[in-house]
């Protein structure tokens, strides 16, 4: 502890002068037990966060708090030296134990997890308060692990759980879930859970020292610019699929949507099954009809994963999933009756150890074709048929009651190492069936013209509308 005077240290310079603003002020003032923060690059996230923990170890004496970042070289950046700093004279830092300890008693743990082993070393440990900071880069079962963690034995404090974020990483989908969608599962209080969303026009002190930070955003391309400066949680860094749009007001008229109103499709239309096989891991079934202008329709799917635990699979038998594949083809009233041409990973051959998984689904008149299994082409196929042309008409429609579809393609991101291909720890199993589809029917992409001024000529006839190119799907 440093001998200095403690009203000379420099903690309460800054807490009497630095001025929060409005959205911040409202992260401080939460009283949920899960409360985030943020939503877009340039919101005064660290600061937010950094500051509140500082706050409630003076408030409260004795209090056991950790802040959590994904690496040691960002939290040393973003707290460990900041904090010395504002603390300095104050609170005592403990480089061994990289935590804080306070006057009064309390404790700031300062952590990070850059891998599962990471993970394990706060399971036993007792905290009143956890906060991850950039948490959607936490997958979800590491903050699920670690918040079992929190727990209080104080007569005059809640355990309560602090996140800040931007849209993007491993955890987007299940912070969009709690936070965004407010979508819960059994034993989650819809109340427990606030998020107060921030972008760069809310830090007044960025904007003032830094005016043109705002227009370095605007500069980035479409996709980004809506992720990192307007906070939409649609789209993000790192995607793969940019393309993806899923748009209700669209469902009827399928323009510049992916995702549109199930139909009963023409009985004359071809058919495909596509599968990837999975135990462990999630299996996948998607069942495709295809129009005469060889646009793919994903009319249903057989999706092998755990309610409510994603990425996690049901451990069927290869004899159990192509039992209930063939049941649901004998009883469906859009597939009854149809020629079903079937797609699958080329490894279900692999017969080195007994019975190859082709060889079961035979067993139930199950037949497939090897998939082309060459992945770049394969996600390029896939991008192609995705592009919309200039009448909003993409390759490839999901009917909306493929649910696992609409949830897992616009989540998949690319991998850091093989930097064109997909990072094959998401939940890329619905793609990869998508993509032997794509690669058994290959597509050239999609041209849009370029548009340009018309210059009016009252002999010309180039202007009048002879046929409707779409007339003939948009009867169904």
């Given at each position: 502890m440093s001998g200095a005077n403690e009203c000379e240290a420099p903690i309460f310079r800054l807490l009497r002068e630095d001025a929060p603003n409005p959205k911040q002020i409202q992260f401080f003032e939460a009283d949920k037990q899960h409360i985030c923060y943020g939503g877009a690059r340039g919101g005064g996230k660290s600061w937010a966060m950094r500051r509140k923990f500082v706050?409630?170890?003076?408030?409260?004496?004795?209090?056991?708090?950790?802040?959590?970042?994904?690496?040691?070289?960002?939290?040393?950046?973003?707290?460990?030296?900041?904090?010395?700093?504002?603390?300095?004279?104050?609170?005592?830092?403990?480089?061994?134990?990289?935590?804080?300890?306070?006057?009064?008693?309390?404790?700031?743990?300062l952590g990070y997890c850059d891998n599962e082993g990471d993970v394990l070393q706060y399971q036993g440990a007792e905290y009143?308060?956890?906060?991850?900071?950039?948490?959607?880069?936490?997958?979800?079962?590491?903050?699920?692990?670690?918040?079992?963690s929190a727990r209080t034995t104080r007569a005059d404090w809640r355990v309560r759980f602090y996140y800040t974020c931007n849209p993007g990483g491993v955890g987007h989908a299940y912070i969009k879930r709690l936070f965004l969608d407010r979508v819960y599962k059994p034993g989650e209080d819809p109340d427990a859970?606030?998020?107060i969303r921030a972008t760069v026009k809310d830090n007044f002190v960025l904007m003032e020292r830094d005016p043109d930070y705002v227009k370095r955003l605007e500069a980035l391309p479409p996709m980004k610019r809506r992720a990192h400066l307007e906070g939409d949680w649609s789209v993000y860094e790192g995607q793969v699929f940019e393309e993806w749009t899923d748009d209700p007001a669209h469902y009827g008229d399928r323009r510049y949507t992916h995702v549109i109103s199930p139909f009963a499709p023409p009985k004359d239309w071809r058919y495909y099954r596509s599968f990837d096989f999975g135990y462990a891991k999630p299996f996948s079934v998607g069942w495709w009809?295809?129009?005469?202008?060889?646009?793919?329709?994903?009319?249903?799917?057989?999706?092998?994963?755990?309610?409510?635990?994603p990425n996690t699979g049901v451990r069927w038998?290869?004899?159990?999933?192509?039992?209930?594949?063939?049941?649901?083809?004998?009883?469906?009233?859009?597939?009854?009756?149809?020629?079903?041409l079937g797609v699958a990973d080329p490894s279900i051959w692999d017969a080195s150890r007994g019975r190859s998984i082709a060889d079961e689904a035979e067993k139930h008149r199950i037949y497939f074709e090897p998939g082309d299994n060459e992945r770049l082409p394969g996600w390029m196929q896939l991008h192609y048929r995705l592009s919309f042309d200039e009448n909003g008409i993409p390759m490839l429609y999901v009917f909306e009651n493929c649910k696992d579809a609409i949830r897992t393609l616009p989540l998949l991101q690319y991998d850091k190492h093989h930097v064109e291909d997909v990072d094959t720890d998401g939940e890329d199993h619905i793609a990869d069936e998508m993509r032997y589809l794509c690669q058994m029917n290959p597509m050239k992409p999609v041209a849009v013209p370029e548009k340009k001024p018309r210059v009016y000529d009252p002999l010309s006839t180039d202007g009048e509308t002879r046929y409707d190119r779409y007339e003939f799907y948009s009867r169904f």
């Open positions: 706050m409630l170890s003076m408030r409260y004496a004795g209090l056991k708090l950790l802040l959590l970042r994904r690496t040691m070289p960002e939290l040393r950046r973003n707290h460990i030296l900041p904090l010395q700093g504002e603390l300095k004279g104050y609170a005592q830092y403990k480089a061994d134990e990289r935590a804080f300890l306070f006057p009064n008693g309390s404790r700031l743990e009143d308060v956890i906060g991850f900071e950039e948490a959607t880069l936490f997958p979800e079962e590491w903050i699920v692990m670690i918040t079992t859970y606030v998020m009809a295809v129009d005469y202008d060889g646009r793919f329709y994903r009319i249903l799917e057989l999706y092998g994963c755990v309610d409510g635990e038998t290869p004899d159990e999933i192509f039992r209930e594949i063939a049941r649901l083809e004998d009883s469906h009233p859009w597939l009854a009756g149809r020629k079903i």
